[in-house]
T-cell receptor
């Protein structure tokens, strides 16, 4: 495996379900990010983890709960979501101090539909 | 005011023409600028980065940066149908968090 991998690729869940999105990076990066992408809107930064510590939470509702057990893995736990949470959820990684030159590397995303 | 602004398009160009994509940003201390290409249903893919005023060329792509005007652009020469995608402008202000524009849809017609 290379780059940033996300699972599952597609997820349909009811509003009362609990599910988790998984992200794994194989690039040796030390920062990981969750983004939400809704139709015709800019990518919205949700959470930032640097060296396994959460350094940013952009006013994300508590029904989204991130977890970063180590520098290679990032999870997004979902519970009691709303239909407006349906979107493409993207994981990204970067090397602190090198993002200036290399930007972020994105995973393939999870297309989430809340019914 | 949006931090990073792009015309949503769609921008339609004939095959072989030059496509010009534009982006403005609000944070004057921004230090790095990126263009990502995103095909429908896929994740963003980095295609160009630029840090200094002027032009930077890579194959058919040229990025242009004017920090005084807070303006960055992407030119695609000899546009191909395979270039049809959404192009995202991203800016790295002081710190380590990329800020994205909403993207410009490019359609190259054969």
């Amino acid at each position: 495996e290379t780059g940033v991998t996300q699972t599952p690729r597609h997820l349909v869940m009811g509003m009362t379900n609990k599910k988790s999105l998984k992200c794994e990076q194989h690039l040796g990066h030390n920062a990981m990010y969750w983004y939400k992408q809704s139709a015709k809107k800019p990518l919205e930064l949700m959470f930032v983890y640097s060296l396994e510590e959460r350094v940013e939470n952009n006013s994300v509702p508590s029904r989204f709960s991130p977890e970063c057990p180590n520098s290679s893995h990032l999870f997004l736990h979902l519970h009691t979501l709303q239909p407006e949470d349906s979107a493409l959820y993207l994981c990204a990684s970067s090397q602190q101090g090198q993002a200036t030159n290399y930007g972020y590397t994105f995973g393939s995303g999870t297309r989430l539909t809340v019914v | 005011q949006k931090e990073v602004e792009q015309n949503s398009g769609p921008l339609s160009v004939p095959e072989g023409a030059i496509a010009s994509l534009n982006c403005t940003y609000s944070d004057r201390v921004s230090q790095s600028f990126f263009w990502y290409r995103q095909y429908s249903g896929k994740s963003p893919e980095l295609i160009m980065s630029i840090y200094s005023n002027g032009d930077k060329e890579d194959g058919r792509f040229t990025a242009q940066l004017n920090k005084a005007s807070q303006y960055v652009s992407l030119l695609i020469r000899d546009s191909q149908p395979s270039d049809s995608a959404t192009y995202l402008c991203a800016v790295l202000p002081y710190g380590n968090k990329l800020v994205f524009g909403a993207g410009t849809i490019l359609r190259v017609k054969s």
